[in-house]
């Protein structure tokens, strides 16, 4: 047993570790999330068919897409919702990075890299950052790059305006609102560029667009997009 594994172990020993979906006690092989709870998650199988698929189809027309996907369907109450609500509210920095390993070695499988020059978490607002203090799409970003090795780029858009909660707004008001939201600081590092946005949930869509035309005002720029969860109308 090597040192790594023994601390390991000895952690597990003193402070289990659980799966945060079903809450029982993790193996010293499994991550965050255990195996019976991984085999059960409602997978969009997406990558399969990255080019067409009711992600991508979503930013067609909007943005230089090229392909997109998502790990599971994301209802709220749903098991899988408890990934999503650990990662963000319970300060699961290890859920975010885990996940995004996890997904990285399927998504390799399927050449859903190929071609892609570097990761751009979608950003947090500077008020929302220091309120939560980590942004979680920022971690599954780690642990994409952990497979791949792909370069995370986290000073080439800013999240700008006051970000509340935007839940009176109305639909207008909220696209509105995201249009500004996104500043381009150093265009020339992804000029010419094939880059993997990657958000922890999707549901319409706007906020990826935002950021990624903001980025495409780089020139040249590709877009491919990957987030955990994904949830369809
Ligand atoms: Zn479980």
Not at 65 to 80: D, G, K, V
Not at 133 to 161: K, M
Not at 173 to 193: C, M, S, V, W, Y
């Amino acid at each position: 047993m090597g040192l790594r594994e023994f601390l390991r172990r000895l952690f597990d020993f003193l402070a289990p570790r659980l799966c945060c979906i079903c809450q029982t006690r993790l193996d010293a092989h499994e991550n965050s999330v255990c195996e019976d709870c991984l085999r059960n998650l409602p997978y969009t199988m997406y990558h399969t068919k990255a080019l067409n698929n009711p992600l991508a189809r979503l930013f067609w027309k909007r943005i230089n897409i090229e392909r997109a996907t998502a790990l599971f369907f994301y209802y709220p109450r749903s098991e899988a919702a408890n990934i999503i609500y650990d990662m963000k509210y319970h300060g699961g920095r290890d859920i975010g990075y885990d996940m995004g390993r996890y997904s990285a070695l399927w998504l390799e499988k399927h050449h859903f890299f190929e071609g892609i020059d570097c990761i751009i978490p979608v950003p947090l607002s500077r008020k929302r950052l220091r309120k939560r203090g980590y942004n979680q799409s920022e971690d599954i970003a780690e642990g994409l790059s952990s497979v791949t090795h792909l370069p995370i780029l986290t000073d080439v858009v800013r999240r700008v305006t006051f970000h509340e909660s935007q839940t009176h707004l109305s639909h207008f008001q909220r696209q509105e609102n995201l249009k500004d939201a996104f500043q381009l600081r150093h265009p020339e590092k992804i000029t010419d560029k094939h880059i993997l946005v990657v958000d922890d949930v999707i549901t319409s869509g706007a906020t990826v667009c935002a950021c990624a035309s903001v980025l495409e005002k780089a020139g040249e720029v590709k877009i491919s997009v990957f987030a955990l969860g994904f949830t369809q109308d």
